[in-house]
Antibody, heavy 122, light 113 residues
């Protein structure tokens, strides 16, 4: 069955960096675009970034542009989110999410991981 | 950005009754070249990630019971849950995937009376 397992979250000071990972199984990772979505009680669900199947195309939310980089290693079935210059407002549960459509993208989401919690605090 | 506005924020519905949730987008999410509405609905229960219910505004995802249905076009959409079951108590979100940034509604909490 399809599984997505995030890791790398934790407590980090403002201005520091963190790298999240998402290891997937149960499907052909290299055929699917992948997303990161975050959630907070205050702001709800917020899409963060998407990466195409080969990693050549990436889009970001304005709130993270220039500070966060999405990448993938298809040989390792792993998605990454490199988060730099972290701010308090980056505090959230970060989900790794699969795009609905294999071979291309729709930007709808059919499978979600359980999430990894990032807390930015001094 | 396309703003997604859901209403109501919450509703309480008796078992076996119907729940109706509205979602309005600040601009049309209908793509004329393929006549598809880029609108999805998700269900989220406490401690769980969201689960895809409906995509293309009215297509049920695999395994979703047929008591869940989506309708609407352009800027106005509805999620209907017929014959509400105890396990349907959750928060429901709409999402537009027509344009980047992908955006979600604020959520509607459905409580079982």
């Amino acid at each position: 069955q399809v599984q997505l397992m995030e890791s790398g979250g934790g407590v980090v000071q403002p201005g520091r960096s963190l790298r999240l990972s998402c290891v997937v199984s149960g499907f052909s990772f290299s055929r699917y675009s992948m997303h990161w979505v975050r959630q907070t009680p205050d702001k709800g669900l917020e899409w963060v970034a998407v990466i195409s199947i080969d990693g050549s195309i990436k889009y970001y939310a304005d709130s993270v542009k220039g500070r966060i980089t999405v990448s993938r290693d298809n040989s390792k079935n792993t998605l990454y989110l490199q988060m730099n210059s972290l701010r308090a407002e980056d505090t959230a549960l970060y989900y790794c999410v699969r795009d609905l459509e294999g071979g291309g993208w729709t930007w709808a989401f059919d499978y979600w991981g359980q999430g990894t919690l990032v807390t930015v605090s001094s | 950005d396309i703003v997604m506005t859901q209403s109501p924020d919450s509703l309480a519905v008796s078992l076996g009754e119907r729940a109706t949730i509205s979602c309005k987008s600040s601009q049309s999410v209908l793509y004329n070249s393929n006549n598809k509405n880029y609108l999805a609905w998700y269900q989220q229960k406490p401690g769980q990630p969201p689960k895809l219910l409906i995509y293309w505004a009215s297509t049920r995802a695999s395994g979703v019971p047929d008591r869940f249905s989506g309708s609407g076009s352009g800027t106005d959409f509805t999620l209907t849950i017929n014959s509400l079951q105890a396990e349907d108590g959750a928060v429901y979100y709409c999402q537009q995937y027509d344009k980047i940034p992908i955006t979600f509604g604020g959520g509607t909490r459905v409580e079982i009376k």
